[in-house]
């Protein structure tokens, strides 16, 4: 088992580009079975362990897929099979996209049950019913999912919560139905305008990805397309909050300002200098963060819950108390009994951590409880004094593309063995 091996306390300085967007490299993936005419090739694509396995259910389904740096060529010419098992399922909760994309391309599926996450119970009711709607039938037994949409059709439906992965696959499912599909309180995230630009360049007709309803025409055939991921909003953050943790002065090219407008909000808030220019951000640290009083985590365009663990660990580090409280997810907060071994001081009843800033942090064995949770622990160790050794790396392999060789060209003292 790999670990990280950081020996903290040096600041974070440098320029580095910002890597493509794990989740919306997932989603584009499984849409482009939805081509059977051609070739889509796919560039700015990180090289994660979520995107590894997403090939490989792509692979198994029966597309041809190869990979070059961080562009991934899919060519789903060949009959694509509707059936996915649970060892590939059940390695990425994103695999659930594959539902809206088998329904669309060969209309009949068993796929196994998503695996459970570490983030607590990660219901698919919402998944299921938008489906449903839009003409799937889908039975659940034992472990499996069968759906068969042999009439899709189009409907008018609306969300009880503004789901990601359920916006997706009513995307997906939608834009091959015959008529105009209009989907009421859906997510806004920007990885859900980038699967819509992705449709939309692959032949499909949606309008008003990036607000709460959108509108998907139905064609009856979407042909290849040459797409770039967008830049990863919640690495981007990490690195930010690498370089506000430590003292440190960050130069982030390849991002999207308006991705990351409430938490750059937020490190201003913090005492950073902040500053943004074109498809940059300069950040520079003070001497000591102030307490921002309070963060809520809310669906875009409000605060990120994949960004709440990183400011988590980044204000242990601030002069003040804050209160943070999760909306999204009922099991953010493990990474805090981590941060505690490190000499954190934070306070969780039921969905809000107060946390009190120390002076400093100390190294300490610790393990990664989560994908951003792991992130936190990298944060916190390069401003700890002392060595800390991070286990369990491979939730944040699920995420950071080289992380620890961008660390250490920023000038952080870390290893991976
Ligand atoms: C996506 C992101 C994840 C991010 C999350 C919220 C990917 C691969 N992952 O996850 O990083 O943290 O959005 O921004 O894009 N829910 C239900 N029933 C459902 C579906 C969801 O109750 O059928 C609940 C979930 O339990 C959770 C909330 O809705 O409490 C948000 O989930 P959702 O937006 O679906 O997140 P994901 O798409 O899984």
Known sequence: MSKLIIRGGRPIKGKLAVHG?????????AASILCDDGVSVIHNCPNLRDVTIT?????????????????????????IEGH?????????RSSIVFMGAIAARSRKAKIS????????????????????????????KRDYLYVNSRHLKSTTLTLTFPSVGATENIMLAACL????????????????????????????????AGTNCIEIEGVKHLHAA???????????????CCAAATKGSIELTHIVPEHLETAL?????????????????????????????????????????????????????????????????????????ELAKMGASIALCQNCATVTGVAGLQGAPVAATDLRGGAALVIAALAAEGTTEIENICYIDRGYDRLAENLSLLGADIKRI
């Open 265 to 337: 909000s937020l490190l201003a808030q913090c005492g950073c200098r902040v500053e943004v220019r074109n498809n940059t951000v300069l950040l520079e640290a003070p001497e000591t963060l102030s307490a921002p009083p309070e963060i809520v985590t809310a669906p875009y365009p409000g605060f990120p819950t994949d960004a709440q663990s990183l400011f988590l660990a980044l204000l242990t580090l601030a002069e003040g108390t804050s209160t943070i409280r999760e909306t999204i997810f009922e099991s953010r907060f493990r990474p805090a009994a």
């Open 226 to 240: 040459d797409y770039t991921i967008m830049p990863d909003r919640i690495a981007a953050i990490t690195y930010l």
């Open 177 to 208: 139905a015959e008529g105009i599909t209009i989907a009421k309180n859906v997510a806004q995230e920007p990885e859900i305008i980038d699967l819509a630009n992705f449709l939309n360049a692959m032949g499909a007709n949606i309008r008003g």
């Open 84 to 92: 996915i098992p649970p060892y590939l399922m059940q390695q990425l």
């Open 21 to 29: 967007a794990k989740n919306a490299v997932l989603p584009i993936l």
């Open 55 to 79: 090939i490989e259910i792509l692979r198994y389904l029966g597309a041809r897929v190869t990979r070059a740096g961080d562009t991934i060529t899919i060519d789903a010419r060949r009959r």
């Open 113 to 140: 049950m998503p695996g459970g996450c570490e983030l607590g119970p990660r219901p698919i009711d919402l998944h299921i019913k938008a489906l449903r709607d839009l003409g799937c039938d889908i039975k659940e």
